[in-house]
């Protein structure tokens, strides 16, 4: 399945561009299913938490996040309802329930779940998704290998303690047992987050970034990069919004055309390739309106092949005047050196780069290394590994 994440700026009009994205690809003959948070402007609204038709192959669901929260939280209690019998706990009923900050981010990872590996997954071609603004949307594509990791730390299932004891305390106690209810909530949990960490690092998945153009776009844009490529994640296109006519007898409108005129001069020398959609002049209100909007937006059914690979490893172990050192490279435009932070703790690297934050798992051969050094050249930042002769396998 084709995937498109689209985010930008607030403001931008990246909703607006998500549905219109959407539409150019069901008009092309794809079945889509677009996924918002907000309204579209120009669709029906859907009723319920099931896709439903807005247009000839178009499916449309908005996330819930109210009702996602209450439904969490009162399957919770099902499931530890022996454990808060036994400590004498009032229940909370689904009505007296108000979302709590964060929920919005795991209702939305709920659906990109069902829409990668649930019910929905064979269903369509295309999936377009409507991100929360471009900062807000770099924290959630980073949340669910954050949570697996939590996960893992906090209940490790090679730990779990009396594992064969718990069958019979359970039945002296009357109640389940506390750490079989969570090690299976987690269970759950983390297939789940797996799922959707699996459809975020998709070849066939990408972002489409949409921005008006201006210097403070420009400025956002900038560090995103960064956070993006940190992430792994490929921008398939930039969409300068919302463009006025370059030729305007009013003098004020010719001033802010030329204004947009300069930032897509500099946008166009980027590495991603830039898409130009004029404004309407009004707010879009109709399907015909999306679709005026989305004539160059279609997402591109190609898959990114091996070339593409975001990380890679260079060996030059054998070469002459070398001393045997792996180096894993990482793509990292717009970080500076001073903002670089660079740690090892077992098989992790711990990598900081400006405001942005990553845990990388290291690969199975560079494990087995130690950390030599690194460096910053060229917006690639290049960590050099040495083999541990402790671990690394001696030839003769």
Not at 11 to 19: D, E, P, W
Not at 169 to 183: C, N, R
Not at 199 to 221: C, I, S, Y
Not at 354 to 363: A, M, S
């Amino acid at each position: 399945m084709r995937t498109v994440l689209v985010t930008g700026p607030g403001g931008s009009g990246r909703t607006t561009l998500a549905a219109a994205s959407a539409l150019a690809a069901a008009r092309a003959g794809r079945r889509t299913l677009l996924v918002t948070t907000d309204p579209v402007p120009g669709l029906p609204a859907p009723d319920g938490p099931a896709p439903a038709e807005a247009v000839d192959g178009l499916h449309h669901v908005r996330t819930d996040s109210a009702a996602h929260f209450r439904a969490e939280l009162v399957a919770l209690q099902d499931r530890a309802s022996g454990v808060l019998d036994l400590l004498g706990a009032n229940r909370l009923d689904a009505e007296e329930l108000t979302e709590l900050p964060g929920s919005g981010q795991l209702a939305l990872l709920h659906t990109l779940h069902r829409a990668a590996a649930g019910d929905w997954a064979t269903e369509y071609d295309v999936l377009v998704v409507d991100l929360p603004p471009l900062a807000d949307a770099l924290a959630l594509l980073a949340l669910p290998g954050q949570l697996r990791r939590y996960l893992r730390r906090l209940l490790p299932p090679e730990r779990q303690a009396a594992r064969a004891l718990r069958p019979m305390l359970a039945q002296i106690a009357g109640v389940p047992m506390p750490a079989q209810w969570l090690y299976e909530a987690a269970a759950r949990k983390d297939t789940e987050l797996a799922a959707v960490e699996a459809l975020l690092q998709d070849r066939a998945t990408t972002v489409r970034l949409v921005a008006e153009p201006g210097p403070a776009a420009e400025d956002a844009l900038g560090r995103a990069r960064t956070g993006l490529a940190l992430h792994g994640l490929r921008v398939d296109t930039l969409v300068a919004n919302r463009l006025l006519p370059r030729h305007s007898a009013d003098p004020w409108f010719a001033d802010l055309a030329a204004r947009q005129d300069k930032c897509l001069d500099h946008w166009r020398q980027g590495p991603a390739p830039l898409t130009e959609v004029p404004h309407l002049g009004r707010d879009p209100r109709t399907p015909e309106d999306l679709g005026l909007l989305g004539a160059d937006c279609a997402p591109d059914e190609r898959i990114p092949g091996p070339a593409d690979d975001p990380w890679w490893t260079e060996d030059t172990r054998g070469e002459p005047g070398d001393e045997g050192v792996l180096t894993w490279c990482l793509p990292l435009p717009g970080a500076v050196k001073e903002n670089l932070r660079l740690v090892r703790r077992g098989d992790e690297l711990l990598l900081t780069a400006g405001e942005f934050h990553r845990v990388l798992r290291l690969e199975s051969a560079l494990r087995r290394c130690t950390v030599a050094g690194a460096a910053l050249t060229d917006g690639v930042l290049r960590v050099r590994f040495v083999p541990d002769p402790g671990l690394w396998p001696r030839t003769r």
